[in-house]
């Protein structure tokens, strides 16, 4: 049976799509998994301290939200498995972790001091895929439900290769994200070569064809605060790229406002298209956390 995007019955296999969906203005392609945009979110790369790629998370006003494909065994049960130890490993860490009952099983819900993080799990074709939604105690029962409905349209890409239980399916940066990563990278190998030398900011960025970082109040051109509605292209081509001790929330963008999709006059082009993915699902709740 052919499913369809908007739905909300994922997550999707993407074999089980049809062939001529269009998901690349509404999904962030991640190579094994396809991952769909929050209206009004951001998109954030984590870096490690050697400045590689390690996550890529969804900032919303409530939180932020990340998905992740590991290969599973033919038989189901993997993420049943993975709740018991996960809820050992948080409470040996000094989390205070328990279990709800979710719409694909078990979730397993951690508190720290000053977070609250949410683990959900679903299993598909040799594949398992889980979403982690992190954010302030105040935020948890809002983010709750965008988590959900983001797993729910996102779609896995598992591919034929062989790769053991449990281990992370392969993830690749769309163009436009991966050109953002590649401008940062070489911002992060500059800012280092700023400290090791203690060098004035406008010499060392003369010398080595830099611009030198702005200072603390000093405006960042080009930098716009505003949100529109937009889709994953847009997105990608304004994604925060920042360091794995930096804080990722809703505290980077204090004034992002939820704007539905549905609400705006389609384009020329995309009325064009035959079969594009609505994103109807969060548009949905979008429409009903509004009514309240």
Same mark, same amino acid.
């Given at each position: 049976?052919?499913?369809?995007?908007?739905?909300?019955?994922?997550?999707?296999?993407?074999?089980?799509?049809?062939?001529?969906?269009?998901?690349?203005?509404?999904?962030?392609?991640?190579?094994?998994?396809?991952?769909?945009?929050?209206?009004?979110?951001?998109?954030?790369?984590?870096?490690?301290?050697?400045?590689?790629?390690?996550?890529?998370?969804?900032?919303?006003?409530?939180?932020?939200?990340?998905?992740?494909?590991?290969?599973?065994?033919?038989?189901?049960?993997?993420?049943?498995?993975?709740?018991?130890?996960?809820?050992?490993?948080?409470?040996?860490?000094?989390?205070?972790?328990?279990?709800?009952?979710?719409?694909?099983?078990?979730?397993?819900?951690?508190?720290?001091?000053?977070?609250?993080?949410?683990?959900?799990?679903?299993?598909?074709?040799?594949?398992?895929?889980?979403?982690?939604? +992190?954010? @302030?105690?105040?935020?948890? $029962?809002? &983010?709750?439900?965008?988590?959900?409905? %983001? =797993?729910? #349209?996102? /779609?896995?890409?598992?591919? +034929?290769? @062989?790769?053991?239980?449990? $281990?992370? &399916?392969?993830?690749?940066?769309?163009? %436009? =994200?991966? #050109?953002? /990563?590649?401008?940062?990278?070489?911002?992060?190998?500059?800012?280092?070569?700023?400290?090791?030398?203690?060098?004035?900011?406008?010499?060392?960025?003369?010398?080595?064809?830099?611009?030198?970082?702005?200072?603390?109040?000093?405006?960042?051109?080009?930098?716009?605060?505003?949100?529109?509605?937009?889709?994953?292209?847009?997105?990608?081509?304004?994604?925060?790229?920042?360091?794995?001790?930096?804080?990722?929330?809703?505290?980077?963008?204090?004034?992002?406002?939820?704007?539905?999709?549905?609400?705006?006059?389609?384009?020329?082009?995309?009325?064009?298209?035959?079969?594009?993915?609505?994103?109807?699902?969060?548009?949905?709740?979008?429409?009903?956390?509004?009514?309240?």
């Amino acid at each position: 049976m052919t499913e369809e995007i908007g739905s909300g019955r994922g997550p999707y296999d993407i074999e089980d799509l049809a062939e001529d969906v269009d998901l690349s203005n509404s999904h962030l392609d991640l190579g094994s998994v396809l991952v769909p945009v929050v209206e009004g979110g951001q998109v954030t790369v984590e870096m490690t301290a050697d400045h590689q790629p390690q996550a890529v998370h969804l900032v919303t006003p409530h939180g932020r939200i990340s998905v992740a494909a590991f290969a599973a065994p033919r038989s189901p049960g993997l993420w049943r498995e993975v709740v018991g130890e996960l809820v050992d490993t948080l409470r040996t860490d000094g989390a205070e972790a328990s279990t709800e009952d979710g719409h694909w099983g078990r979730e397993v819900v951690a508190v720290v001091p000053g977070g609250v993080h949410r683990f959900i799990g679903a299993e598909g074709p040799r594949w398992m895929v889980r979403c982690v939604a +992190s954010g @302030p105690p105040e935020s948890a $029962d809002d &983010l709750a439900p965008v988590a959900r409905a %983001v =797993l729910s #349209e996102s /779609v896995v890409r598992r591919g +034929s290769d @062989p790769h053991p239980p449990r $281990d992370p &399916l392969p993830v690749s940066l769309p163009p %436009v =994200l991966a #050109e953002q /990563v590649f401008a940062a990278q070489q911002q992060m190998q500059a800012d280092g070569v700023m400290e090791q030398f203690a060098a004035a900011p406008e010499e060392l960025a003369e010398q080595s064809g830099t611009t030198p970082a702005p200072t603390a109040g000093e405006a960042v051109p080009g930098d716009d605060t505003e949100v529109a509605p937009e889709g994953a292209i847009a997105q990608s081509a304004r994604a925060h790229v920042i360091g794995e001790d930096d804080p990722v929330g809703t505290d980077m963008h204090p004034d992002i406002e939820v704007t539905d999709a549905a609400e705006q006059e389609p384009s020329e082009a995309e009325a064009d298209r035959s079969r594009r993915s609505s994103g109807s699902a969060l548009q949905r709740l979008r429409r009903r956390q509004g009514k309240k």
